[in-house]
């Protein structure tokens, strides 16, 4: 996992600044959470995608944005409860989640969003 500031979301996701059109710049789908140390749920899910992070090493990226640091980030997404989760899948629309996501429910959203299957055997 890889905390994220405004510079280094605008290099490796989306250059929100000067483009309109969404347009993710990642080479593997993505999760990006948007959290706070202080945040009772947030330390909830933080375990979760460390291990999620570890299983689907090669396959997705996992990112941290701190809100409470990154202000311009969390206000062009809209972040306005965390820990929100966006889910990027490698083409199409991002998708937004917010709350403290289960187990099951990140495995669903990285299995129907991002297309990513635990083992080795992925739709082509």
Not at 10 to 39: H, M, Q, S
Not at 53 to 74: F, M, N, P, Q, R
Not at 89 to 117: H, N
Request: aromatic share 10%; glycine share 6%; with cysteine.
């Amino acid at each position: 996992m890889e905390k994220l500031d405004k510079k280094t979301f605008t290099e490796k996701i989306f250059d929100f600044e000067n483009k309109k059109e969404w347009e993710f710049r990642g080479e593997l789908p993505a999760i990006v959470d948007f959290y706070a140390d202080w945040c009772g749920p947030c330390k909830m899910v933080a375990p979760i995608l460390e291990k999620i992070s570890k299983e689907y090493d090669g396959k997705l990226h996992i990112y941290k944005v701190d809100t409470d640091k990154e202000h311009d980030l969390a206000g062009a997404f809209g972040i306005q409860s965390i820990p929100s989760l966006l889910f990027i899948p490698k083409k199409g629309e991002p998708q937004m989640a917010r709350g403290a996501l289960s187990r099951e429910a990140f495995e669903k959203a990285i299995q129907e969003t991002l297309g990513v299957e635990k083992d080795d055997q992925r739709p082509t």
